[in-house]
């Protein structure tokens, strides 16, 4: 049995939640991931090539054009749109070679303008289609972590950094292996979580973006052969550089052979697996009722429980940014490996990159949500702390320490371990110890709230 489907559904009809339930968040990876964002780079750079080609002087047989020439072919990318990308998608039926038909759709708008119209022959010249696709490929992948991926890690570090500083003096307990441990501050919690950010971002920014035009196996046999006396790789460098705003990779098989797109996966990754612990940590805290969250009118916690206020946006994000790392770690891991000069495999792979960061764009925009729902409930985060009193064991155990109190430690563990403890329990234990009585006093002017250490002045993070 399947689903009935009528022609009205096309929203619903997608199998893929980036496109389906999620298109309105992913909408903006379109122009750097979807098939029209490939078509349209790949016609890009084509036109590019065909530039640099005509303003070498050694290939006579191009003539360098006029202005207008130049005007035109700049006018074809800018004014790309839906209806030549189809008419591109309608030739690829024929030719069954999506390259192919980026160039026969341009010797056709060629034939539009009288200079260019005889020189179709020189479109794709001496390219292999990955000179074409792999610096396409690179846009894309330049292009969107500009105007997208960067801007929203940006963001959520924006609104991290702004926690930090507001919560910055306020005292929490901390637990290490969800235990009560040695208090902090919120905002020097947070301040982690920034910069670890900014760390994995700043690396994910650094990322070279490499690109190659240099042949079938990368040795420009057939650029050699029409025309020995170019200096192909100044040129190449030179449309790579100057006209892709791209790195050269000099030494290729057939296809640049993927490592950065590695390194660039692996950044990435990192810096969302932080935003995985941050999520978790935050539904935690939820959970203790550190934080409140804000009720929107309308929203159902639970189909049964009128009650509920459930962590749904942290726990969306966990989940989106586990289906997006999985897939950059298999990005990462297979992308580099083509065996010999050449396979086909990273061809189908490099296609789901748009699904791997939609993913992620999907979680953006839910901890964004998230975070702007978040209430800090001071009065639980206090009580918690009032009924940890067995916390300031350490302090006391270390100052016995310093003067040498024999087996301070154990002491503290007979005293505190498995017990209640209480703010008279320990000053009657402070009280009976043989240490200068200053110590005793700043001792006992200790509370769990006090015991923070410079976790104020941790959480004040810089850019």
């Not at 130049?70 to 069954?96: G, H, P, R, S, V």
């Not at 994000?317 to 586990?322: F, Q, R, T, V, Y």
Request: charged letters at 20%; proline letters at 4%.
């Amino acid at each position: 049995m399947s689903a009935p489907i009528s022609a009205s559904m096309s929203a619903l009809l997608n199998i893929s939640s980036v496109d389906g339930r999620y298109a309105e968040k992913t909408r903006l990876l379109s122009p750097y991931f979807s098939e029209y964002a490939l078509i349209y780079y790949r016609y890009f750079v084509e036109i590019e090539w065909f530039i640099a080609l005509s303003k070498a002087p050694e290939i006579t047989e191009l003539p360098t054009f006029s202005d207008a020439a130049y005007a035109y072919l700049k006018q074809l990318q800018t004014t790309f749109d839906a209806d030549k990308a189809n008419a591109i998608k309608t030739i690829e039926k024929t030719t069954n070679h999506d390259v192919k038909a980026v160039e026969y759709q341009l010797k056709t708008d060629f034939a539009q303008q009288a200079e260019l119209a005889p020189y179709g022959e020189f479109l794709h010249f001496a390219c292999t289609s990955e000179d074409i696709n792999n610096t396409a490929y690179a846009l894309m992948l330049k292009a969107a972590r500009h105007h997208v991926i960067l801007p929203a890690i940006d963001q959520l570090i924006a609104q991290l950094r702004a926690m930090a500083s507001t919560y910055a003096t306020l005292p929490m307990l901390s637990r290490t292996h969800g235990q009560t441990a040695s208090p902090t501050t919120l905002g020097k919690e947070i301040a982690n979580v920034v910069a670890r950010l900014q760390r994995q971002r700043a690396q994910f920014a650094d990322v070279t973006i490499l690109g190659k035009l240099n042949g079938a196996v990368g040795n420009f046999n057939a650029h050699i052969s029409a025309y020995p006396a170019v200096n192909w790789p100044q040129l190449t460098d030179n449309v790579i550089k100057n006209q892709l705003g791209l790195t050269p990779n000099p030494l290729t098989t057939q296809i640049e052979p993927h490592d950065y797109i590695a390194e660039y996966c692996h950044a990435l990754l990192r810096a969302q697996t932080i935003m995985i612990d941050f999520s978790r940590d935050i539904w935690g805290y939820i959970s203790l009722g550190y934080f409140k969250q804000k009720v929107v009118a309308g929203e159902v916690g639970s189909s049964t429980m009128p009650h509920k206020v459930n962590p749904i946006d942290f726990e969306n994000a966990e989940g989106n940014l586990g289906v997006a790392n999985a897939l950059l770690e298999h990005l990462a891991q297979k992308l580099p490996i083509s065996r010999w000069q050449r396979d086909l495999t990273d061809s189908t792979v490099l296609r789901t990159m748009g699904t791997a960061f939609g993913h992620g764009v999907i979680a953006y925009a839910s901890l964004d949500k998230g975070i702007k729902k978040l209430e800090v409930n001071d009065t639980r985060i206090a009580a918690d702390l009032d009924a940890a009193w067995e916390v300031l064991a350490e302090p006391i155990q270390t100052v016995m320490r310093r003067y040498q109190v024999e087996n301070a430690y154990e002491l503290l563990k007979d005293f505190t371990r498995g017990k209640a403890m209480n703010g008279e329990n320990i000053q009657a234990f402070i009280q009976s110890l043989s240490i200068p009585d200053e110590e005793k006093a700043a001792l006992a002017a200790l509370t769990p709230a006090t015991y923070t250490g410079i976790a104020a002045s941790l959480a004040d993070i810089k850019e």
